[in-house]
Nanobody, 127 residues
Framework: QVQLMESGGGSVQAGGSLRLSCVAS????????MGWIRQAPGKEREGVAA????????FYADSVKGRFTISQDSAKNTLYLQMNSLKPEDSAMYYC????????????????????WGQGTQVTVSS
């Protein structure tokens, strides 16, 4: 089973930037998509971004396109999310997730299998 450990969250003002990291350990299926999801209090889980196996394709939620960039360092088993031009509505707990399908991560994160995401890192954006 894969273990996912997120870091890099914090509190920033609107317009600021943060870079999240996720280190994967244990059994990581190299054929699986990796990505980021988020959940704010009282709201549904929301897909943010995903990257295909090998990093050839990236996918973003409309709400973050042009502001967030997902990337990975396979040698370090690390996934990143560069977040620029942050808005208060980006405030949430951010989780690293993995699934056979990038569509599941970004479009229907409610279908993620329990245990396929980490403990999360909090992002708070103030206006």
């Amino acid at each position: 089973q894969v273990q996912l450990m997120e870091s890099g969250g914090g509190s920033v003002q609107a317009g600021g930037s943060l870079r999240l990291s996720c280190v994967a350990s244990g059994y990581l299926d190299s054929s699986h998509c990796m990505g980021w999801i988020r959940q704010a209090p009282g709201k549904e889980r929301e897909g943010v971004a995903a990257i295909s196996p090998g990093g050839g394709r990236t996918f973003y939620a409309d709400s973050v396109k042009g502001r967030f960039t997902i990337s990975q360092d396979s040698a370090k088993n690390t996934l990143y999310l560069q977040m620029n031009s942050l808005k208060p509505e980006d405030s949430a707990m951010y989780y690293c997730a993995t699934d056979p399908s990038c569509r599941t991560v970004v479009v229907v994160p409610s279908n993620l299998v329990f245990g396929s995401w980490g403990q999360g890192t909090q992002v708070t954006v103030s206006s």
